[in-house]
């Protein structure tokens, strides 16, 4: 226990002054995690016990500032921790500390840059989460998605991001941006690493060891508008894994998106400008100077837009997620590029989500592998989802990808 | 505003020691808000503006303390407001103080009682919101509902509980039970003040001035298995509503509930044991000790709920509501009974949720009127929900039965 914390240490105090990732970090509060952990009975361990775990700073924790990524929680100290920060600590992890977030999970970046490029952005909002697993600074990390803010990070930093099904993690004291999107996130450098962490998150061991697939998996391209924007070169490495997937028994369809999907992304824009405008009311009504302009210029979109237009979007998901096979057809999983292309540069903001909006929206579990680099040798990622609710099996076909990426030339 | 304010506390003060149904009230503070709402400029008033409004007491409050309900939060003070109780702010309302909830606003009561009886239940879990309005404490308050919670108290003290739509209006800030169904509620005296509110709450202007139906409604008996329960006063109620309604030309049909629809309370409560295991994650590890045995039985309880089991939950949920057509048939409006009859002695506990929990899984916009008395001459409740984001009709429908049981002998 002592020792992986030190390798930790060490590799924070190295390289956190570049890389920024920290918001908080307090080793006396680490310590004291070690001496009551050491104490715990043998059969009261818990799957994570004596494992480092990263949190992001939108997630209340009763022993460390939680910012929310704003300068209006500067000194905040909540009294309890969020519901998820108990679930690890249950588990036996030791909360290492508070990652960098975007601005209330928003958009405007804090300070953290991408450890493989330190003129580049990690991507948001889990930006801290995303570079510190990335770099080697903590094995395990938590964040959240409300568009596209776990797939994102962990595709530029060259790490697995897994977003579970809508709804299976608790979002107890975790600031809210988007009631009805928001969703825990999680990041490792391995499958296996998201699979424990999201398991003991969600109260589910099934989750925590997913079988191999018994056949290799149907797979199916469904090409959204947005695939218009990806840069040739994560097409590329999407079509090779596509393609290598194929020659290892799966089988493999490519399709434009049927037309009832289209559009997704806007209804997903609008969904999460409205109740960003309602989740924010607080902070609208007493620190409007001390919102970036995006944001406000978020909350003021979000209040423009009518109850007729939100209530229609609503619905329309709703009729997708019912209507979620026709999406999938006879496919087990959907692949697609997880960003536009590398992360851009650090000046230019954490990059575009919007390879993520409409799985997102629908509630889908999805995850990202490492797959290829740019133009720059910067990584690119493998987006996979399934149906909601198949958390362990896209967990299972993650795990076959992984292997299958390794170990063929 | 100085004089409804100096009502409020002449009564409060007059009434309280035995209603018991205010957990915090600081007078400093409501002039300290009558100071600063004096100063805004006319065009800047707001619709609530000077009305005095009661937070049920896991609401956060900047200004005042929060407790959840539990004695492990009994001196916390949150940093911030809820987003509900913001935008009061920001319309202009006053925030009189924090009414009394359950524990966690799940089962085990707070000191209150009903105002009409003391030796009976206002019913919970928003008690001192119900409570304090029904002894003309205050003129509005809000509670939540994740069973039965606004409509049931609000049946029971013999006034209006108004549940919008789930996800209408934002739990930011609010202490969370179980997430995909808490709602925020409201409560006033007649349909006009819980419209305003909800409006107020929810941002719609719509909502605040429901026009009145074009037509009679038509309007359905659809008779859930729960309804064997029901005491026969309450029935009768009911039934005389639908008599009255049908006089007044709406159109009233009986039927027994679609079986694809039998059994969503049971769905509710699997859901909501599960859920609850899950946001009190925190309270569960750090204070087991000081939570009650409802409450100790309702984690554990869900958390031995299978994945398996709140997945199909969670499916059949959704199909029902992509499916709700099904359920109204040819009507407008649902009505039932708001609870098995009259609020029980306050001993015997805060009464059975059971008439509201279908509605709630569902997310359906409910409101409950008083309507008749029990066999004690307490109040009995007329529950009527719609399709959901039907609430502005919904409202219209509730107006037009207000009138329409006011008006005639």
Chains 1, 2 share one sequence.
Not at 40 to 56: C, N, Q, S, T, Y
Not at 239 to 264: I, M, Q, Y
Not at 299 to 310: D, H, M, P, R, V
């Amino acid at each position: 226990m002592k020792e992986i914390i030190a390798r930790c240490r060490e590799r924070i105090e190295a390289r956190d002054s570049e890389v920024l990732a920290w918001k908080a970090l307090d080793w006396d509060f680490v310590d004291r995690q070690i001496d009551k952990l050491a104490m715990r009975p043998m059969e009261e361990r818990g799957p994570l016990f004596g494992l480092p775990v990263g949190i992001k700073d939108i997630f209340d924790t009763a022993d460390l500032p939680t910012g929310y990524g704003s300068a209006i929680y500067e000194r905040h100290q909540p009294s309890a921790d969020a519901a998820a920060v108990a679930r690890l600590r249950a588990a036996g992890a030791i909360i290492l500390g508070k990652t960098v977030s975007t601005e209330f999970a928003y958009w405007k970046a804090g300070p953290t840059r991408n450890p493989l490029d330190l003129g580049r952005t990690p991507g948001g909002s889990s930006s801290g989460s995303a570079a510190s697993v990335a770099d080697g600074m903590v094995p395990l990390a938590i964040g959240s998605q409300t568009a596209a803010s776990t797939i994102r990070p962990a595709s530029y930093c060259g790490i697995v991001g897994f977003k579970p099904t809508q709804g299976l993690i608790s979002l107890a004291g975790v600031k809210a941006l988007s009631n009805s999107l928001d969703t825990v996130g999680v990041f490792a450098k391995d499958v296996a690493g998201v699979a424990l962490l999201s398991g003991v998150l969600a109260g589910r061991p099934s989750l925590m060891a997913p079988a191999e697939p018994g056949s290799p998996p149907r797979l199916a391209l469904r090409k959204f508008p947005e695939w218009e924007k990806v840069a040739s070169s994560a097409l590329d490495a999407v079509n090779k894994a596509a393609a290598l997937a194929a020659r290892h028994g799966a089988e493999v369809t490519t399709d434009a998106v049927p037309s009832a999907f289209a559009g997704l992304a806007e209804i997903q824009t609008s969904i999460m400008a409205c109740e960003a405008a309602r989740e924010l009311a607080h902070e609208h009504r007493c620190h409007f100077d001390a919102l970036s302009q995006p944001l406000r210029d978020l909350l003021t979109q979000g209040e423009s837009i009518s109850a007729a237009t939100y209530d229609d979007a609503c619905l329309r998901r709703d009729q997708c997620v019912v209507e979620i096979d026709s999406l999938f057809g006879d496919a087990d999983a959907l692949l697609a590029p997880s960003t536009l292309g590398e992360a851009p540069l650090f000046e230019d903001g954490t990059g575009d989500p919007v390879m993520s909006r409409a799985w997102t929206l629908l509630g889908l579990p999805s995850i990202t592998l490492p797959c290829g680099t740019g133009e720059n040798g910067l990584p690119l990622g493998l987006q996979i989802a399934m149906r909601p609710r198949h958390d362990q099996q896209l967990l299972a076909i993650a795990a076959w990808f992984e292997q299958t990426l390794a170990t063929t030339p």
